[in-house]
T-cell receptor, first 113, second 115 residues
């Protein structure tokens, strides 16, 4: 099956700093790629997704570009806020048939005022 | 429009017991998946149900079983609980079985503690 590796945390930033969380994947073909976010005490919410190579997903100031050459889908935000503090998960389909997901280990982001 | 709901929120069991967790999918969704999220880790896929049948299964033992009802709601059953089964159990639903670009919508989870 497909797999994903993301940078380990925690990542601690000051408010308005630039954020990058690295994600690389191993897959056959070109599956959709996802970033999910988990706020404290809550389930997972879709943050953004890209369905084909070179697509850029974006939401709430976060962006990620599907790079097939480097098999990467790095998450970026130009200016983080305290409210962005959460755990971020990169994910892709477990198999190329179906939409069950395999997740990275998660990266905890802490933003300080 | 209600999202994915799960019950109970928290559960405490002892080793060897059995547990049943419940999930109602988002309105209009007919496919339900279950995931186990151990503390500090990413979710691991357990299995997926569509049309009341298990369609895909991850690397979990037969102690983990499930069911889907005609109204698309689902149950996860775990028998002979082990300490290592302590985790957050997440249910996710999606509107179209097998659609690779489909987004999965997650519920808030059930926190299971095995003592």
């Amino acid at each position: 099956g497909n797999s994903v590796t993301q940078m380990e945390g925690p990542v601690t930033l000051s408010e308005e700093a630039f954020l990058t969380i690295n994600c690389t994947y191993t897959a056959t073909g070109y599956p959709s790629l996802f970033w999910y976010v988990q706020y404290p005490g809550e389930g997972l919410q879709l943050l953004l997704k890209a369905t084909k190579a070179d697509d850029k997903g974006s939401n709430k100031g976060f962006e990620a570009t599907y790079r097939k050459e480097t098999t990467s889908f790095h998450l970026e935000k130009g200016s983080v806020q305290v409210s962005d503090s959460a755990v971020y998960f990169c994910a892709l389909p477990y198999y190329n048939a179906g939409n069950m997901l395999t997740f990275g280990g998660g990266t905890r982001l802490m933003v300080k005022p | 429009d209600a999202g994915v709901t799960q019950s109970p929120t928290h559960l405490i069991k002892t080793r060897g017991q059995q547990v049943t967790l419940r999930c109602s999918p988002k309105s209009g969704h007919d496919t339900v998946s279950w995931y186990q999220q151990a503390l500090g880790q990413g979710p691991q896929f357990i299995f997926q149900y569509y049309e009341e049948e298990e369609r895909q299964r991850g690397n979990f033992p037969d102690r983990f079983s499930g069911h889907q009802f005609p109204n698309y709601s689902s149950e996860l059953n775990v028998n002979a609980l082990l300490l290592g089964d302590s985790a957050l159990y997440l249910c996710a639903s999606s509107p179209e079985f097998g659609a690779r670009t489909d987004t999965q919508y997650f519920g808030p989870g059930t926190r299971l503690t095995v003592l």
